[in-house]
């Protein structure tokens, strides 16, 4: 099944505001920051989950390993995991931290035989998606946001707060839903830098593009038959060994496959993180897969069309807990001399979950279409209280840059 637009980012930035859904804001009085490093060399740290321990209130940090995280009690102590790293919970002593992460020093236990093929592994993880999943409904808090630069330049911002419904899995009349409860956008005023392209992207990831629950991509039988399956070393994910396993093109199709790894917990054979890859070795294959429209005359080279899931376990139950796509691309008009590089950027944190009577769906009328993009008033930027009351993923230091740049 290819990965196509049914979700939409648009970079031509001219479509009609939407309506907020209406949502009672959160209280969420109390405020952490902080930076994450790699306890060796001191790297910073992107993506890595951050929550407050014995609640369901999380995000990530940035690309400069920054966090900031909100509740609406003093937190005593936050939780901090990332792939290949031990997790560590941390005491929350001020307002602001700093924590170094440790490699995971994997042991493994030489009794632990896989018997079978990758494939016959990963067939067997699908089988299990049923036990690994919640059977009631759910609503999920989150935060969204979408950039998209021009060579090294921002020429967009988006960001949202979203609800997403998700059904029961044995409930074969349910729907999964996602709305938006309040959002803002920035554009840069030039003309030069509106673009009549759409790929993928926006509000309704949660949904889409939750491939374990909607079993779309990869995680059919039809599609399991187009790929080779390799197993690689293992890895830790939040102190639990993983089965890494690469999987690539097995045939050729009249469309781009995909390429990439899933990891599944060895003992739940959950799956915990899928990270793929559109294969752009044909370049006309891989533009039909990423693009939606394009102006007459525009020239559209794909340079790379990616995505990561992330599963959180809580309680032996497996959820959607952070999900990123990129597109990286060339556009030029063919009477042009020098072709222009562009990156568009989608990423989605779940920052607090509500079930039983609080899992209330979303209505018809409040549902975001997967066919529309993000867009509403940009004038909301000048507000430094926007997202007072939400978790929200905390800007980097070029992004924060860049919006004072786009506000001017």
């Not at 290949?84 to 042991?107: C, D, F, K």
């Not at 994910?237 to 990891?263: C, H, N, T, W």
């Given at each position: 099944?290819?990965?196509?637009?049914?979700i939409?980012?648009?970079?031509?930035?001219?479509l009609?505001?939407?309506?907020?859904?209406?949502?009672?804001?959160?209280?969420?009085r109390?405020?952490?920051r902080g930076l994450?490093r790699?306890?060796?060399?001191?790297?910073?740290?992107?993506?890595?989950?951050?929550s407050?321990?014995?609640?369901?209130?999380?995000?990530?940090?940035?690309k400069d390993?920054?966090?900031?995280?909100?509740s609406?009690?003093?937190?005593?102590?936050?939780?901090?995991s990332l792939l290949?790293?031990n997790?560590?919970?941390?005491?929350?002593?001020?307002?602001?931290?700093?924590?170094?992460?440790?490699?995971?020093?994997?042991l493994?236990?030489?009794?632990?035989?896989?018997?079978?093929?990758?494939?016959?592994?990963?067939?067997y993880?699908?089988?299990?998606?049923?036990?690994?999943?919640p059977?009631?409904?759910?609503?999920?808090?989150?935060?969204?946001r979408?950039?998209?630069?021009?060579?090294?330049?921002?020429?967009y911002?988006s960001?949202?707060?979203t609800?997403?419904y998700?059904?029961?899995?044995?409930n074969i009349?349910?729907r999964?839903?996602?709305?938006?409860?309040?959002s803002?956008l920035l554009?840069?005023?030039r003309a030069s830098?509106?673009?009549?392209v759409k790929?993928?992207?926006?509000?309704?990831?949660?949904?889409?593009l939750?491939?374990?629950?909607?079993?779309?991509?990869?995680?059919?039988?039809?599609?399991?038959d187009?790929?080779?399956?390799?197993?690689?070393a293992?890895?830790v994910?939040?102190?639990?060994?993983q089965?890494?396993?690469r999987?690539?093109?097995a045939?050729?199709?009249?469309?781009?496959l995909?390429?990439?790894?899933?990891?599944i917990?060895?003992?739940t054979?959950?799956?915990?993180?899928?990270?793929?890859?559109?294969?752009?070795?044909?370049?006309?294959?891989?533009?039909?897969?990423?693009?939606?429209?394009?102006?007459?005359?525009?020239?559209?080279r794909?340079?790379?069309?990616?995505?990561l899931?992330?599963?959180?376990?809580?309680?032996?139950?497996?959820?959607?807990?952070?999900?990123?796509?990129?597109?990286?691309?060339n556009?030029?008009?063919?009477?042009?001399l020098?072709?222009?590089?562009?990156?568009?950027?989608s990423?989605m944190?779940?920052t607090?979950?509500?079930?039983?009577?609080?899992?209330?769906p979303?209505?018809r009328?409040?549902?975001?279409?997967?066919?529309?993009?993000l867009?509403?008033?940009?004038l909301?930027?000048?507000?430094?209280?926007?997202?007072?009351?939400?978790?929200?993923?905390e800007?980097?230091?070029s992004?924060?840059?860049?919006?004072?740049?786009?506000k001017?």
């Amino acid at each position: 099944m290819r990965l196509i637009g049914r979700i939409v980012i648009s970079l031509m930035l001219t479509l009609l505001a939407l309506s907020a859904m209406a949502a009672p804001a959160d209280t969420l009085r109390y405020s952490i920051r902080g930076l994450v490093r790699d306890a060796g060399s001191g790297k910073p740290l992107e993506a890595v989950s951050v929550s407050v321990a014995g609640t369901k209130l999380a995000t990530i940090t940035n690309k400069d390993g920054a966090f900031i995280i909100k509740s609406d009690s003093v937190p005593e102590q936050l939780v901090f995991s990332l792939l290949g790293y031990n997790t560590q919970t941390v005491p929350v002593t001020g307002a602001e931290l700093r924590v170094r992460l440790t490699r995971s020093s994997l042991l493994l236990d030489p009794a632990t035989v896989v018997y079978g093929s990758p494939q016959s592994l990963v067939r067997y993880a699908i089988e299990k998606i049923k036990d690994n999943l919640p059977d009631e409904p759910e609503l999920f808090d989150c935060f969204y946001r979408e950039t998209v630069q021009k060579r090294q330049r921002y020429i967009y911002v988006s960001e949202a707060v979203t609800k997403t419904y998700k059904a029961a899995w044995s409930n074969i009349w349910g729907r999964d839903r996602a709305g938006v409860v309040k959002s803002r956008l920035l554009k840069s005023p030039r003309a030069s830098d509106t673009l009549s392209v759409k790929v993928l992207g926006g509000p309704v990831m949660a949904v889409d593009l939750d491939l374990v629950r909607t079993r779309s991509m990869l995680l059919t039988e039809a599609e399991l038959d187009q790929y080779n399956f390799e197993m690689l070393a293992p890895d830790v994910i939040d102190g639990r060994s993983q089965y890494v396993i690469r999987f690539y093109p097995a045939v050729e199709e009249d469309y781009a496959l995909q390429q990439g790894k899933m990891y599944i917990d060895r003992q739940t054979f959950a799956f915990t993180r899928i990270e793929t890859s559109l294969d752009i070795s044909d370049p006309a294959k891989a533009t039909r897969a990423m693009l939606v429209n394009r102006p007459a005359g525009l020239r559209f080279r794909p340079r790379e069309m990616s995505l990561l899931l992330n599963y959180k376990e809580e309680n032996g139950l497996y959820r959607l807990s952070y999900l990123k796509t990129t597109f990286r691309f060339n556009c030029d008009w063919r009477k042009r001399l020098f072709a222009t590089d562009f990156t568009a950027i989608s990423e989605m944190v779940v920052t607090n979950r509500h079930n039983g009577s609080a899992a209330v769906p979303i209505q018809r009328a409040d549902e975001f279409s997967s066919k529309a993009a993000l867009a509403d008033k940009t004038l909301y930027y000048a507000d430094p209280d926007f997202w007072k009351d939400y978790n929200i993923i905390e800007p980097s230091i070029s992004l924060e840059q860049a919006i004072g740049r786009l506000k001017k």
